[in-house]
C-alpha cells in the first residue's frame, strides 16, 4: 500500500486537475493505494479521494512543504500540471526521499542561484523530510522571500535527496537531456517511453497535449 497525495490550494488550479490526476494513478499505479488531496476546497473533488484541509494557508507552491509534516508511510507526490503517460512502477524502488533531476539543465553553466531540481514528483517515507518542513515554520516569510520556491529552497538549503534516473521525467519545453537545452525543438517535447511528462516552462506550455 502507498499514499498518493496532491496539493490544491488557491485559483489557478481546480477540481477538474485533481479528478484528472487520479484517473490517470488509478491507469498507472498497478498496486493498492490511497488517494489525498491537501486542499482549503474540496468542491467538487471525487468522493472517493481523502481530503486533508489546509491549516496554514501559505503563497503558491510553498504549501507542499506542509505534506512533510504528515506521516502516511510512503509517499508519492505529483504536481497538478503534469502527464502520466506509462507504468509508475519504475518510480517505487528508491529508498530515501527522491525527486525529480532536471537533466535536460546543464547546471555548470548556468549562475549559481540555479538548481537542476524539480519537485513536480516526489516520493519520500514516512516523517524523513519533517526537518524540511521544521526548518521552513521557523521563519516561512523570509524563506518564502529568499527563494523562487521549495525546489530553490530544498537545493541551496542544504538537504539530502535521491534523483531518479534519466529519461523517466521529462519536460514538455525542455526534453530530457542537456543535448535538448542547447538545440531546442521548435515542437513541444513528447516522448512515448517517458512515464511523466512535466508541463514546466512557459506559460504558453500549459493545455497544450497531443
Known sequence: ???????????????????????????????????????????????QINIIPIETLYEGVWNKLSLFNLDLGKTLYFDLDLI??????????????????CYWKPLDELEGWDHNINSSVM?????????????????????????????HFIYHEGFCYDTWSPGLIYSRGFGRFSSDWYNPSPDLYSHDDGVICLFNGP????????
Not at 128 to 135: G, L, S, V
Open 123 to 151: 516520493l519520500w517515507h514516512g516523517d524523513e523530510n519533517k526537518e524540511i518542513y521544521d526548518r521552513f515554520v521557523i521563519m516561512p516569510d523570509t524563506y518564502m522571500r529568499k527563494y523562487f520556491g521549495i525546489d
Open 203 to 210: 506559460k504558453e506550455l500549459v493545455g497544450h497535449w497531443s
Open 84 to 101: 502520466i503517460q506509462n507504468d509508475l512502477t519504475a518510480l517505487l524502488d528508491k529508498q530515501l526521499f527522491t525527486l525529480v533531476k
Open 1 to 47: 500500500m502507498i499514499s498518493v497525495i496532491c496539493v490544491k490550494s488557491g485559483s489557478k488550479y481546480s477540481s477538474f486537475d485533481v479528478n484528472n490526476l487520479y484517473n490517470m494513478i488509478r491507469k498507472y499505479l498497478p498496486i493498492d493505494f490511497t488517494f489525498y488531496c491537501y486542499t482549503e476546497d474540496p468542491a467538487g473533488i471525487d468522493p
